[in-house]
């Protein structure tokens, strides 16, 4: 584990009582609502409102993030369903999960450096199972590019999008497996931005793993 990173996330969470707002992601409510309940991944569960919002809702969820600050607020705040997630400290560039193991991977607003080379991508990937499902959301890539103050904290160029990561399924089908994408498209939010921020529209992909 980058032990760096991590120390800036939890130094990130302490600085507040709560960073997020407890509330599930909305992409994630909308595509996932009519899914059939099984075993769940969440990348960079922060402080749990997907993962809670899940394991309400049946499924069994596997909760990850690098700052243990973030997960113990998260499992503080899901004593009704403790029996329901596994909370899980680690860096998916070191550790990745188990291949095959997931009937659905969501990666919200994940922030997934290539400096780290692919292993942590093409895990994510791999760990959708057969007839699982694999849900990627970031901000609008033109969203963040239009706002001077943000490109001068981040370049683009640093990270996985998108299109990224179905170009990582197109790569998948060598191997055997094969992929049916159901949604590639940059919409509006459906919440409005959080105060000072350009974050109006969200890049979605959803692929079904059908091999």
Known sequence: MDNDTAQEWDERYRASEQLFSGNPNGVLVDEVSDM????ALDVGCGEGG????LARRGWRVTAVDVSEVALRRAAAAGADVEDRIAWAR?????TPPPAGAFDLVTVQYFPLLRASGSAAARGIVDAVAPGGTLLFVTHALADLTQAPEVTAEFDPADYYWAEDIAALLTESTEDGRAWKVEVDETRPRTAPAPPGTHHHRDTVLRAVRTA
């Open 90 to 94: 680690a860096d998916l560039a070191v």
């Open 36 to 39: 059939r309940p099984g075993q």
């Open 50 to 53: 997907d993962a809670l919002w």
